[in-house]
């Protein structure tokens, strides 16, 4: 099959698009390839539509249009992704069609195939907004999931061209490859015996090198594309000594060149890169963000991952096409996206616990959903206007809404807070921040918006950083799982990144240890001190400003504002450690009310002149001795804070998250 999708790889013509529809569909060609030229759009990048033919099946109403369309302009994996979709349904529209495979094509041979389907309200057809399944395929580049794709394709019913189409399917190939790669490299990490530190040192390995597929799909590493796989034949022509290129190559970049601003010259140690290289490294973005920082426990134990494995797992890796997109409700790439990774990684963490990946429909419907009844509660907006809001009866249809609606909905979700208390790999938090980044650009765009808002609004970056900063928590009991979740985060704050931040001489990934974090989300007690979900428990005055200045702290450093992360984490011991006190000095003082109460009480009979003396020595000593076992307690809990802190929501959360 491989042989008849050659020709289509080499570069677009319809010839060898419908060579390879006949092979692999019932395709009845049209024979002078009706034109559909009427259907553009003055403005539209578009000169040339055809229909090609029809996939017929023995159901009439399931036929399949199949169309192509030249752009004046270059594709990328990005463009022009709205008017695709909006000329996609005039042409199912004109021709009364339930789907069409539509390939986009420029004069460079570059072509986008999309499938657009349509889905049935009763009677009606809905055409979702911006809904596609699309392959982006360039000539210059290795085109992988396509290739697995349609060189196995039988598109014989409207079922199997939904399976050509479908992202599990082509999570599932691309699982089946990495997962045993993967697996390899955690069994053969050296410097360790330890299977827990060899994961975690393969898991941070797989989690920056992918990131930085993404960053030099940008451009943003020496302008090349192709950074990763020159980087690594020019170690292999430079003829130093074997299995060193992960500790003298590898590691600078990772935690020297990614972790100082552009322009700043550093030591790269001993290997001997090219001019070329040099400068790359040096002009390289400043991402740090945690990302490119040693982490402690793992990348200071002096561990590496052999020469073979490196090669083989870049070999692998890239023959994938990096797509710079965050999927969506209503389109997915099905190339390597951040979603894409989430289910991966998933997958890998969770598989043998039995959880599951939650699908993206179903995420964005518990968001939707979610935000809908908060503000139900919150705002006096009438309920159809919130579900018309979130729910769009359609591309065209505008929602109705004052101008003061508008203030106050923008307000609301510029400052609600939403917090996953089981947050596993982050599906949950990308999904909400989509929700909401999508929901205020329309209300930002809305005709009836306020122009004083309008004029000021956010970049859709601007506005995704500040919705990561001020609303989204999670909690996750295990560490690796947080780390995804970082990247998951990460890559959807960077995808809308502008060029121009590049060269930035502060961080551009803000630091997320104190948003998402590794905790037990039910357990909410220090000592014998009960704290709510809400409030902080039976604490002094100076105890409560102590943990509002620590939240002002970690706030700080989600802007990089604080450069230590181990001064926050040592003053939120200190928290601890001052909450314990404060029961050992409760307890100190029961002890003395104890022993002023002496060793005999008397109880005086009203109206009697004689007092009844008893003996109470014996009871008041077991409770002496109760109360300093249980300072002998506190201070040994204070002696694991280290290495077993509690996780307290309002000492980590700030402000109170109002939907969980």
Known sequence: MTEFLKPLLEGYTHERLTYLMRRIAPFQQDKEFEPFDRLVKEGWPFDTVQKLGVIEFPDVQKNVVVADVHSVRELTSRSGKKMQFDLGKRILKAGNYNAGIFAFYDDAGRFRLSLITTTYHGTRKQFSPYRRYTFFVDPELPNKTFVLQFGKADLSSMAQILEAFSLEAVSDAFYQEFRPRYDQIAREVVGTTDEALRQDFALLFAIRTIFLGFVQKKGWLGENPRFLQDFWREYQRSNRPRNTFYKEWLAPLFFEALNNPPGCKVAYGHAPFSEDTQTALQMAPYLNGELFKRKQGVDDKDLWIPDDLIGDFFDFLFQYNFTVEENDRYDEELELNPEFLGIIFERITNMDQGAVYTPRVEVDLMCRLALIKWLQQTTDIRQASLYQLFFPPGDSVEVTLSAEEIRTLIEKLENVTVCDPAAGSGAFEVGMLQVLERTLEDLYTHNNAPPELTQNAPSPFERKKAIIARSLYGVEVKR?????????????????????????????????????????????????????????????????????????????????????????????????????????????????????????????????????????????????????????????????????????????????????
């Not at 890559?491 to 060029?499: A, K």
């Not at 709510?532 to 706030?555: D, F, M, N, T, Y």
């Not at 200190?574 to 050992?584: N, S, T, Y």
């Open 480 to 660: 690796w799982a947080v780390w995804i979740n970082h990247l998951r985060l990460w890559l959807t704050l960077f995808v809308d990144m502008p060029d121009e931040e590049r060269h930035s001489p502060t961080p551009l990934l803000p630091n997320l240890t104190f948003k998402v974090r590794t905790g037990d989300s039910l357990v909410q007690r220090i000592a014998s001190k009960t704290f709510s979900v809400q409030g902080h428990a039976s604490l002094s005055k100076p105890l409560k400003r102590k943990i509002r200045e620590l939240k002002k702290k970690k706030r700080d450093y989600f802007y990089n504002k604080s450069e230590d992360p181990r001064a926050i984490t040592q003053e939120e011991l200190k928290v601890f450690r001052a909450v314990l006190d404060e029961e050992i000095q409760e307890c100190k003082r029961k002890i003395q009310a104890l022993k002023k109460q002496g060793r005999q009480g008397a109880i005086a009979f009203p109206g009697e002149a004689v007092q009844l003396k008893i003996d109470i020595s014996d009871a008041t000593e077991q409770q002496i001795r109760q109360w300093k076992a249980r300072i002998e307690e506190l201070n040994g809990e204070k002696a694991c804070l280290k290495d077993d802190r509690p996780f307290i929501w309002s000492l980590h959360s700030a402000p109170q998250a109002s939907i969980r």
